[in-house]
């Protein structure tokens, strides 16, 4: 049928040509996941930080839920080093499996916050685990050819800003 034709087109040029699908996927899931786990907090740290008592009000809320959010970021940003060198020694795959399953657990106890340094805590451990991006991005420079290789470096951006909107968008619906 027509639509079903277009639809395969359409999804095919998402697709890098000669790229190993099976390993695509799995690696833009990683991806769509660490930006779910960057942004969801950001819709709901305020009146977080109330709940925990850290604040009075949400009003004064500001400088603690920037903290809170911050802290994933700064972890993540010191933990890359130590993350790619161990992705060269031991290998990628252990590293992405240890990064996702490290996001699944860190989000899990973040879901059991009871004081503001718990979450600071949870956040910053979050932040080491979730090294995947760069391990990713290398891991696709290493099995793509010259011919797919800005197409499939152009769905990092994308499954990224994916995962952005999708945390969020939970974020403000799940709290």
Do not use: H
């Amino acid at each position: 049928t027509p639509v079903k034709t277009y639809l395969s087109n359409f999804l095919k040029s998402f697709i890098p040509f000669g790229f190993p699908t099976r390993k695509l996927i799995p690696l833009l899931m990683m991806l769509l996941i660490e930006g779910i786990s960057a942004t969801m907090i950001g819709s709901y740290a305020g009146f977080l930080i109330v709940d925990v008592g850290a604040a009075k009000s949400v009003d004064e809320a500001g400088s603690y839920s920037g903290w809170l959010s911050s802290a994933f970021s700064m972890a993540q940003f010191f933990s890359s080093f130590v993350i790619g060198a161990l992705s060269d020694n031991l290998g990628r795959r252990p590293m992405l499996l240890l990064g996702t399953f490290g996001i699944a657990l860190t989000n899990i106890l973040f879901g059991f916050s009871f004081n503001f340094y718990y979450c600071i805590a949870v956040r910053l451990l979050n932040g080491v685990l979730n090294g995947n991006i760069g391990v990713v991005k290398t891991y696709m420079g290493e099995i793509t050819t010259a011919q797919n290789r800005v197409q499939t470096m152009g769905l990092i951006g994308l499954a990224w800003s994916v995962g952005s909107v999708v945390g969020n968008f939970l974020g403000g619906m799940l709290y």
